[in-house]
């Protein structure tokens, strides 16, 4: 588990509510166990220190459904860090790469 300290920064997304969000939210915790989760009324905050990695194929295992990395701009509201890497499979949202 990574702990925040004084170089540490968080990386995140804030996501609308629903059934998608939630299966990101499950994907995000299976995948980086440390992420902190925060759900408000119209939204969740999702952060991870340093690196936040969404896979497509834990989403869809949680959405049961088919689930494109690009469909993730229809929930997200806002981001903190850098995009290090989004394909078909994969997102990362990190800081390193500065």
Request: glycine share 8%.
């Given at each position: 588990?990574?702990v925040a300290?004084?170089r540490s920064?968080?990386?995140?997304v ?5 059934h ?18 925060t ?17 497509r194929e ?6 049961g ?17 850098f ?5 078909d ?7 390193d790469?500065?």
């Amino acid at each position: 588990m990574t702990v925040a300290g004084e170089r540490s920064r968080y990386v995140g997304v804030d996501l609308t509510n629903g059934h998608v969000t939630d299966a990101v939210i499950e994907s995000v915790e299976q995948d980086n166990p440390s992420a902190k989760i925060t759900r408000f009324p119209g939204y969740a905050k999702v952060e991870a220190i340093e690196k936040l990695v969404i896979n497509r194929e834990t989403v869809e295992e949680a959405l049961g459904e088919e689930w494109n990395t690009e469909d993730l701009q229809l929930i997200v509201t806002s981001y903190y860090g850098f995009i290090g890497e989004w394909d078909d499979d994969q997102i990362i949202i990190q800081w390193d790469n500065v």
